[in-house]
Nanobody, 122 residues
Framework: QVQLVESGGGLVQAGGSLRLSCAAS????????LAWFRRAPGKEREFVAA???????YIADSVKARFTMSRENAKNTVYLQMNSLKPEDTAVYYC????????????????WGQGTQVTVSS
């Protein structure tokens, strides 16, 4: 059974930082790209970042200057480091694993975590 378990969310003031983690189990980690998406209240799901097995990462333009993604293959874990957080970053952040062609589209991902809430206060 595949599981993606996110952690690290919480409440932070604007300008602060959080580090999200996603631990994967039940899948061949090297066969999948891992990604982070987010969904803010009343908005569509939005791509945030993705990382291939090689470590190559893709970061959405909207957060590129503030967020970084890394992948620790030995631990089947990916991370999303979020700095200089803004109230508009408030959302549920989801981890996803997949092998589709287009890393920024949700349809490329087969497995999804339950999400972790990030709330940024002004």
């Amino acid at each position: 059974q595949v599981q993606l378990v996110e952690s690290g969310g919480g409440l932070v003031q604007a300008g602060g930082s959080l580090r999200l983690s996603c631990a994967a189990s039940g899948l061949t980690f090297s066969a999948y790209a891992l990604a982070w998406f987010r969904r803010a209240p009343g908005k569509e799901r939005e791509f945030v970042a993705a990382a291939k097995w090689s470590g190559t990462t893709y970061i959405a333009d909207s957060v590129k200057a503030r967020f970084t993604m890394s992948r620790e293959n030995a631990k089947n874990t990916v991370y999303l480091q979020m700095n200089s957080l803004k109230p508009e970053d408030t959302a549920v952040y989801y981890c996803a694993a997949g092998s589709g062609t287009y890393y920024s589209t949700g349809r490329s991902y087969t497995y999804w975590g339950q999400g972790t809430q990030v709330t940024v206060s002004s």
